[in-house]
């Protein structure tokens, strides 16, 4: 069977740091955490960055170049930056880094959507920064902004003008047609890399009759000329990892998505996600791809091109 691309979401803006003492918040636990996947078969590696001071997610040059140098010396993955960043952030801070950095690969939300993170509070009640639970709490009120003007100037800035390549970030069906706009547009080309993301609430469910439709949908809108991958938020993680691997897809795993590693028990490391997701897709005769493997299956730029 094909090569199969794992992704590791290793730090990001979902989740807070107090929810899980193993999340890597400062960048020597960026750096250590994103290497040990890369090394169980992450080829690529999807970075957000934090301040190590409070916590919360940041946009600073600074704090990425506190891990980009140390994960470049430590492993040959895929650097895949966030255009994302956090839903408070603006367009201009999302993209001050990745502007400067020149990455292979960046994410990309395909289109504005509520981001409701607050039924997390049911899971926590000691909190170790005091702007954690605010913040969960007022996401019933959380829009995060991608509009068609926003997301053309990201293809342009950083796709013609900077030579990444997307991750695609699509969390539902209307996602795919917008996807498809641009394209028509041509400011999409192939190979085209889509991230069905499942299961965050404002978005659609992770649930295996979704997926089925969404793969149905992108072969209308693409036929060959893409590659998809699955991450489900939370619980359904592995379950749908192991239905996007049958299915001839790639997946991502990793601590933005969902802290833990079985029903109650904490993940330790983004590694172990890795290798438990490893074994399951090579439990389908798949061959997990290695990162020169999956820039050629990407069609990316190469190391060499990037500013950092």
Not at 20 to 41: D, R, Y
Not at 93 to 121: V, W
Not at 122 to 130: A, C, I, M, P
Request: glycine share 10%.
């Amino acid at each position: 069977m094909s090569k199969i691309i794992i992704t590791c979401a290793v730090t990001g803006s979902i989740h807070t740091p107090s929810m899980s003492p193993h999340l890597p918040v400062t960048a020597e636990q960026i750096a250590e955490q994103a290497i040990g996947a890369a090394k169980a078969g992450a080829a690529i590696l999807h970075l957000h960055a934090r301040d190590p001071a409070n916590g919360r997610p940041s946009s600073s040059l600074d704090h990425y170049m506190g891990f980009l140098p140390a994960i470049g010396a430590g492993c040959d993955a895929v650097v895949n930056l966030t255009t994302g960043g956090s839903a408070v952030m603006s367009l201009e801070e999302r993209l001050a880094a990745p502007l400067k950095l020149r990455p292979e690969m960046c994410s990309l939300n395909m289109g504005t959507m509520n981001f409701a993170l607050y039924p997390m509070l049911g899971k926590r009640t000691v909190w170790l920064h005091d702007w954690e639970e605010p913040f969960l709490r007022n996401s019933d009120d959380l829009v995060f902004k991608n509009t068609p003007r926003d997301i053309e100037g990201v293809l342009r800035q950083m796709g013609q003008e900077r030579g990444a390549r997307f991750e695609f970030e699509c969390y539902d069906v209307g996602h795919l047609y917008m996807l498809r706009h641009f394209a028509d547009r041509g400011l999409v080309d192939g190979p085209i890399f889509i991230q069905f993301v499942m299961g965050v609430l404002g978005g659609i469910a992770a649930e295996p009759e979704h997926l089925d439709h969404l793969k149905a949908t992108a072969d209308r809108l693409f036929g060959d000329d893409y590659a998809f991958s699955v991450l489900a938020a939370g619980r359904q993680q592995m379950a749908m990892a192991e239905k996007s691997a049958a299915m001839g897809g790639h997946v991502r795993v990793g601590l933005e998505d969902n802290l833990y590693i079985s029903k109650g028990v904490l993940a330790r490391s983004n590694a172990e996600q890795v290798e438990t997701v490893r074994a399951l897709v090579e439990g389908f005769g798949r061959t997990v791809a290695t990162p020169d493997e999956a820039r050629d299956l990407l069609g990316l730029k190469g190391v060499g091109a990037v500013g950092f």
